[in-house]
């Protein structure tokens, strides 16, 4: 006799899944942030946190692109909010640690950041529409 599964306890199952993996990513992150910040330690002796923190985070971002989920909402204003944090944070980080010794070099970082998140967010976008063209424009 096939055995059944009760639907509920499945998707229970999922979502407590779903919730411990975030946890864990996030603790990654606090710890990498920790060790470099706090402890003062070398990028290899927490190098491999990170590392699993990047690798997670590209995983979850490509697979919800992929899978049909709008990273963006309904506003255009994310779109070009995320970069700005991302390449503000970067050079932020940079200043704390005081390799930034002038202002041409804090701007040349900040807009280096800024390109790279924006062409990573916008494969991001380009990835969903493609989704959503081949899904939605089917039915």
Do not use: H
């Not at 590392?51 to 919800?64: D, H, K, Q, R, T």
């Not at 992929?66 to 506003?75: H, T």
């Not at 998140?117 to 989704?131: A, E």
């Amino acid at each position: 006799m096939k055995r059944q599964f009760d639907e509920r306890i499945v998707e229970t199952k999922r979502k407590i899944s779903s919730r411990a993996f975030y946890i864990m990513l996030w603790g990654f992150l606090v710890v990498t942030l920790y060790r470099q910040f706090y402890l003062n330690q070398e990028f290899s002796d927490y190098g491999d946190y990170f590392i699993i923190w990047i690798a997670a985070s590209f995983y979850v971002a490509f697979g919800e692109v992929l899978q049909g989920v709008n990273p963006f909402g309904s506003s255009r204003y994310k779109f070009w909010a995320v970069p700005l944090m991302m390449a503000g944070s970067i050079l932020a980080v940079q200043i704390f640690q005081g390799t930034v010794v002038s202002f041409v070099e804090g701007v040349l970082t900040f807009v280096i950041a800024l390109i790279c998140s924006s062409v990573t967010l916008y494969v991001l976008f380009l990835l969903y529409r493609r989704w959503e063209k081949r899904n939605v424009d089917s039915d």
